[in-house]
């Protein structure tokens, strides 16, 4: 299961709020690779031009290019998300706003509860909070037993440091995502949060 956040300015939330259905649209998830048309020679090829039929391909050229995240636009903390959570809220599944946000907290967009809208006032007190936070002040909050008692997902947290270290790993992606949501406030625009399995 891993996490993403996505900017959206608060008109676009009123819209993916208003018709959920507009999500794929507009996190970018129906742009599939980018496809030419394919146009066979010979008898074949004759054959085709007579039928409504079409052959695509996937173009060769371009699909490297059309998986590429923009990172003003959008930040994955992959399956960080609850490690990340514990370390904010002290918590598995609980906490308050905005220390709860990439768990809970915001608006729902779908019925699943995977996917949730915060507003961009929100946001701002989101960046505010992390703001107030660094990696020192997190290491403190790392608790290896604590967080496998609470299965906190990825459930990795007890492996030997020096083979697979878990906590510097959670720091990474906490210097990123306060980096992200500070460019989001300042910005004025939202979040949604989006969690796929």
């Known amino acids: 299961m891993t996490c993403s956040l996505y900017r959206l300015a608060n008109a676009d939330i009123d819209k993916l709020i208003e018709d959920p259905r507009e999500l794929d649209r507009m ?51 992959e399956k960080a998300w609850h490690g990340l959570h514990f370390l904010l809220t002290g918590t598995s599944e609980e906490g308050t706003p905005p220390a709860s946000y990439l768990l809970n907290g915001g608006e729902d967009v779908d019925d699943e509860g995977l996917t949730r809208a915060i507003r961009p006032e929100h ?62 406030a300042k910005a004025g625009d939202g979040l949604v949060i989006h969690t796929s399995t």
């Open 27 to 77: 996190l970018g998830f129906d742009q599939g690779p980018p496809v030419r048309e394919v146009r066979p020679k010979g008898i074949l090829g004759f054959l085709l031009r007579l039928t409504p039929i079409t052959i695509s391909e996937v173009d060769p050229d371009a699909a490297e290019s059309s998986y590429e995240v923009d990172p003003e636009k959008t930040i994955d903390v």
């Open 123 to 184: 946001v701002k007190h989101f960046a505010e909070f992390l703001d107030e936070l660094n990696p020192e002040i997190l290491a403190k909050r790392f608790d290896p037993g604590r967080m496998m008692e609470l299965e906190i997902y990825p459930e990795i947290w007890d492996r030997d440091p020096s083979e697979d270290d878990t906590l510097q790993w959670l720091l990474r992606y906490f210097v990123d995502l306060k980096v992200f949501v500070k460019r989001v």
